[in-house]
């Protein structure tokens, strides 16, 4: 299921079983009929906001949240910078372990750090959604803001006066010295940068001052980011998205 949940139909028990991936029993329903028993050979598990549900007093229009970078409906990392595309007010994030955290009004959030891993729930004022917490969700900003594409990279290049910033899709950045890059959820404690499939070595890792939730890794590039390069990040073993170093045409 998308919140990282299983659901279970053991038919010839008459048993329908929602599990977290942590074996932890959501719920446990007895599908048989009084002493006739009964069997139930599929048992799928729609939420209230299933379009077959519209116009039902049960609907529920449930809310989108994606990753900020990457755009993907990918699990959740505490704190991770995530859009909520609905408007319902304030919101709320109850983990795991039954914390809830309040979060501010508005589309983009940032993630309690706090925030324990497993099944979490997101709680606006008329509706909710469950989500998955793990404990990392790299993701790379892109140019158009759509997680593909040119990323939001920056090349520093050296100048006969101090350094310049250019855009790594300029030809300057062929010259580059250092490339900087921008994304949400990309610290851990195994970081990998590739470029064109190839290592990149990693100077620098921090966050972006007065820019809650976002992340920056510096790298220095090789001969590898000559054309156009894929760049991804992978974190803990969890892959990023992947952008371009540079425009194509």
Do not use: C, K
């Not at 038919?11 to 959501?26: D, K, L, M, W």
């Not at 890794?217 to 952008?243: C, F, K």
Request: charged residues 15%; aromatic residues 4%; hydrophobic residues 40%.
């Amino acid at each position: 299921m998308p919140n990282g949940n299983t659901v279970l139909g053991l038919s010839n028990a008459a048993r329908a079983v929602e599990v977290t991936p942590e074996g932890e029993i959501v719920w446990d329903m007895n599908l048989s009929i009084g002493e006739t028993g009964g069997f139930s050979y599929r048992v799928p598990r729609q939420e209230s906001s299933h379009p077959g549900l519209a116009g039902t007093p049960i609907y529920r229009p449930a809310p989108t949240v994606v990753h900020a970078a990457s755009r993907q409906r990918t699990p959740l990392a505490p704190g991770l910078l995530v859009d909520i595309e609905t408007s319902d007010g304030a919101w709320s994030i109850t983990d795991a372990t039954g914390r809830t955290f309040p979060l501010a009004s508005g589309r983009r959030q940032v993630l309690p750090a706090a925030l324990a891993t497993g099944p979490a729930r997101l709680t606006g004022a008329t509706t909710s959604v469950e989500v998955r917490v793990d404990e990392v969700s790299p993701g790379l900003f892109s140019v158009a803001g759509t997680g593909e594409g040119v990323g939001l990279i920056l090349a520093v290049v050296p100048a006969y006066a101090g350094v310049r910033v250019v855009p790594a899709s300029s030809p300057l950045a062929e010259a580059a010295s250092l490339l900087l890059l921008y994304g949400t959820g990309l610290r851990g404690r195994n970081v990998v940068v590739l470029i064109g499939g190839v290592p990149a070595p990693i100077t620098t890792m921090s966050d972006v001052e007065g820019v809650p939730g976002v992340d920056m890794i510096a790298v220095l590039p090789g001969a590898e980011t000559q054309g156009t390069g894929e760049v991804l990040v992978t974190v803990d073993g969890r892959r990023s998205n992947a952008v371009l170093l540079r425009n194509p045409n």
